[in-house]
């Protein structure tokens, strides 16, 4: 399939009647694996060896690469919540007025590493990285899934890749909730393109309860059922399609609300504990600021780093704006969404990144130039990248040290 037979969002598809329909689900599903199985030996290649060149020089400078892997930041966070459960509140020790609560992170990660902790004989660390790592490898196919879907094998291979190589990709083998997220948007924005609005949305519900900037997913389904329902006379009378949306942002809206009188902030008291972390939507005011202090001043690379990573965000949401054929309506909201929340937050710049590798679509425009490209092309356009990510990865970990 090329890039001009790219397929729109359809309704639903009916059910089939046979009983052996469970059997032939099982094989399509192992059909989809065994096309997707190179592009997934890709991603695993690139993501080990970016962990060993990370382990490699964590080890010469006297680190542990599984506690910079599995408790760093926020990974310290996640794993007090999946021993403890909700309750911790620590004034900054250096910043007056910030206040950090356990609050502001979201349910399913920790929830999910408990499990795992409970029942393996794996420690609470050893069970993020382990949930972290699979829910990358159930990430990485589905974003292959949905590029071949859209645009053919070559170019989804190229996009799998080509995600595992960004900048700050090593956060994809960190105890983070960036890999989990990105599992269930790419699979709930696959069913949406496959005629499943049911799937979509309780896909989207799950992912709503991964991260705060996952309200991008619930978004995109809600945005494609309302597009579905005022096409399609026939989609109205279709009880999947109205449940689907209806329960796209219930894990997101439920868990800010719960949080919000947990902290006794009431229903709006979530956007409170994430003010005082210093973290707000202030349409781009602080990052504006920061950056004008990196013209005038100097500061740590990977600063500017992040300002180049969100120039080229802009640029690649315009070029697949601007995409011919245009890119189903659930992937432009999507990426919208994260750009904007990105872009628009407050502090935390360094982060920026970060909050952008769920934002897959963006290296649809790239993966569909390489597509086209000659095979040397790709070759030293993939090994520079190589390059890149595994130097900036082990530099993000063992020598900045600074928020991720």
């Known amino acids: 399939m090329s890039a001009d037979t790219a397929v729109p969002v359809r309704a639903p598809e009916p059910r089939p009647a046979s009983g052996n329909a469970r059997v032939r689900r099982v094989e399509r599903a192992r059909e989809a694996l065994r096309r997707a199985a190179p592009a997934l030996a890709f991603y695993a290649a690139a993501r080990l060896t970016g962990m060993a060149t990370m382990a490699a020089w964590a080890w010469w400078i ?20 999946a021993r403890h459960g909700y309750g911790l509140v620590l004034p900054s020790p250096t910043t007056r007025g910030v206040v950090f609560n356990d609050l502001a992170f979201f349910p399913l990660f920790p929830g999910l590493v408990r499990a795992v902790a409970t029942v393996t004989p794996l420690t609470v660390v050893s069970s993020g990285l382990v949930v972290a790592w699979l829910s990358a490898g159930a ?36 105890a983070y909730t960036e890999p989990l997220m990105t599992a269930l948007a790419v699979w709930a924005l696959y069913a949406l393109v496959t005629g499943r609005p049911l799937w979509a949305g309780a896909l989207s519900l799950l992912a709503g309860l991964s991260r705060p900037n996952a309200v991008a997913v619930a978004a995109a389904v809600v945005c494609s059922c309302a597009l579905l329902l005022w096409r399609d006379r026939d989609a109205r009378t279709n009880w999947r399609v109205w449940a689907g949306a209806a329960l796209a942002p219930l894990g997101w809206a439920g868990y800010v609300v719960w949080a919000g009188f947990r902290s006794g902030g009431g229903l709006f008291g979530y956007f409170e504990v994430q003010r005082l972390w210093g973290s707000r939507f202030d349409f781009g005011k602080d990052a504006l600021r920061f950056v004008r202090h990196l013209i005038v001043g100097r500061d740590a690379m990977a600063y500017y780093v992040t300002v180049a990573i969100i120039a080229v965000a802009f640029v690649s949401l315009a070029l697949l704006a601007l995409e011919r054929p245009r890119p189903p309506l659930p992937l432009l909201v999507y990426a919208v969404v994260l750009v904007v929340i990105a872009a628009g937050g407050s502090s935390y710049f360094a982060s920026k990144p970060r909050f952008l590798l769920p934002a897959f679509p963006l290296l649809v425009p790239a993966a569909l130039a390489l597509a086209r490209a000659r095979p040397r092309t790709v070759l030293t356009m993939v090994a520079a990248l190589a390059g890149m990510s595994f130097f900036y990865g082990t530099y993000l970990l063992t020598v900045a040290r600074m928020p991720m």
């Open 139 to 174: 990430a990485a196919w589905g974003i292959y899934a949905l590029g071949e879907r859209l645009y053919g094998r070559r170019a989804a291979t190229l996009l799998v890749v080509l995600w595992g190589l960004l900048p700050h990709a090593i956060v994809q083998s960190m």
């Open 62 to 81: 006297g680190r542990h690469p599984r506690t910079l892997l599995g408790h760093s930041w926020d990974g310290i966070w996640y794993s007090g919540i």
